[in-house]
């Protein structure tokens, strides 16, 4: 059973950053993707970024586009959500997750693996 474990979530002021770390316990997802989701109080989880494992490649909706940054460590099998600018509304429990298949995938029920999820919490 592949686990998941986020840290680096915390308390943050509007315009500050923030990075979110991922530690799988095994490489389980080398044909894979890895995304992270976040789920504020009374809304859905939303994902607010995807990368593919073996070739890097990334997608953000337009929330967080360009102040988001997603990446993978394959020595380490960590994926990091490098946050900046940071809004009040970007306020929420953050998820890691991933799914061993590589397709493009925006819904929470297409990935296998989650974390335990890591509060953020921005101020203005």
């Known amino acids: 059973q592949v686990h998941l474990v986020e840290s680096g979530g915390g308390l943050a002021q509007a315009g500050d950053s923030l990075r979110l770390s991922c530690a799988a316990s095994?490489?389980?997802?080398?044909?894979?993707?890895m995304a992270w989701f976040r789920q504020a109080p009374g809304k859905e989880r939303e994902l607010v970024a995807t990368?593919?494992?073996?070739?890097?490649?990334?997608w953000y909706p337009d929330s967080v586009k360009g102040r988001f940054t997603i990446s993978r460590d394959k020595g380490r099998n960590t994926v990091d959500l490098q946050m900046n600018s940071l809004k009040s509304e970007d306020t929420a429990v953050y998820y890691c997750?991933?799914?061993?298949?590589?397709?493009?995938?925006?819904?929470?029920?297409?990935?296998?693996?989650w974390g335990q999820g890591t509060q953020v919490t921005v101020s203005s």
């Open positions: 095994e490489s389980a997802f080398s044909n894979g993707r």
């Open positions: 997750a991933g799914r061993t298949g590589s397709a493009f995938r925006t819904d929470q029920a297409a990935y296998n693996y």
């Open positions: 990368i593919t494992w073996n070739a890097g490649y990334t």
